[in-house]
């Protein structure tokens, strides 16, 4: 069964201020997609990453996926409280499903 | 409405009750996932439907756990005489395939007293 451990489980930081946070699987990923889920709602897609290596940036949030493709970085830069949420990795080859992580608790405050 | 809806929102129940939960995914997709999710945590896979095949029921905890999907679309869960550790919020999503982005709705809240 794949385990995807994601790291820091809580991170509570100032306005400005940049970060990363981590996820890491037990084994090789399919495709690895990024979400993120704010409080009273559902998780929403922010990328998908399917090669090795591969690099992509939405706004301030830059997503690196490891070579071996067993690992996976979310950097965000001068975060603001609107990046508040709870960001998930989710592997896509379980077949019918999406593997969750454990999640990443992120507080932006002022 | 565009998106995936849930309902209830919120439902609290006394142990060994039965609950519905339902769930109205977005017109076209024809894949849909029901997850639970403890507080702040991940989610942990539950029961999957695609088209007219037999649903993948592969993460249902319990034999008191069981869902359906009604025409290709709407699907209820259903949690039979409900026990304490039931109580999280159930997220459900839909997709126009399996590997495809998934589109969840906001939730219904179970708590079990």
């Known amino acids: 069964t794949q385990l995807l451990e994601q790291s820091p489980q809580f991170l509570s930081i100032q306005e400005g201020e940049n970060l990363t946070v981590y996820c890491n699987s037990s084994?090789?990923?399919?495709?690895l997609q990024w979400y993120r889920q704010e409080p009273g709602e559902g998780p929403v897609l922010l990328v998908t990453?399917?090669?090795?290596?591969e690099v992509k940036k939405l706004k301030r949030l830059t997503f690196q996926f490891g070579d071996a493709r067993k690992d996976s970085s979310l950097h965000i830069t001068a975060a603001q409280p609107g990046d508040t949420g709870l960001y998930l990795c989710?592997?896509?080859?379980?077949?019918?499903?999406?593997?969750f992580g454990t999640g990443t608790q992120l507080k932006v405050e002022l | 409405g565009a998106g995936v809806s849930q309902s209830p929102s919120n439902k609290v129940t006394e142990k060994g009750k039965d609950v519905e939960l339902r769930c109205d995914p977005i017109?076209?997709?024809?894949?849909l996932y029901w997850y639970r999710q403890s507080l702040g945590q991940g989610l942990e896979f539950l029961i999957y439907?695609?088209?007219?095949?037999?649903?993948?029921k592969s993460g249902l905890p319990s034999d008191r756990f069981s869902a359906e999907r009604t025409g290709g679309s709407v699907s209820t869960l259903t949690i039979q005489r409900t026990q304490q550790e039931d109580s999280a919020v159930y997220l459900c999503?839909?997709?126009?395939?399996?590997?495809?982005?998934?589109?969840f709705g906001e939730g219904s809240r179970l708590t079990v007293l």
């Open positions: 439907f695609q088209g007219n095949s037999a649903p993948d």
């Open positions: 990453v399917v090669t090795g290596g």
């Open positions: 989710a592997d896509t080859g379980g077949g019918n499903k999406l593997t």
């Open positions: 084994s090789v990923f399919s495709s």
């Open positions: 999503a839909s997709s126009l395939g399996v590997g495809r982005e998934l589109f």
């Open positions: 017109s076209g997709h024809t894949a």
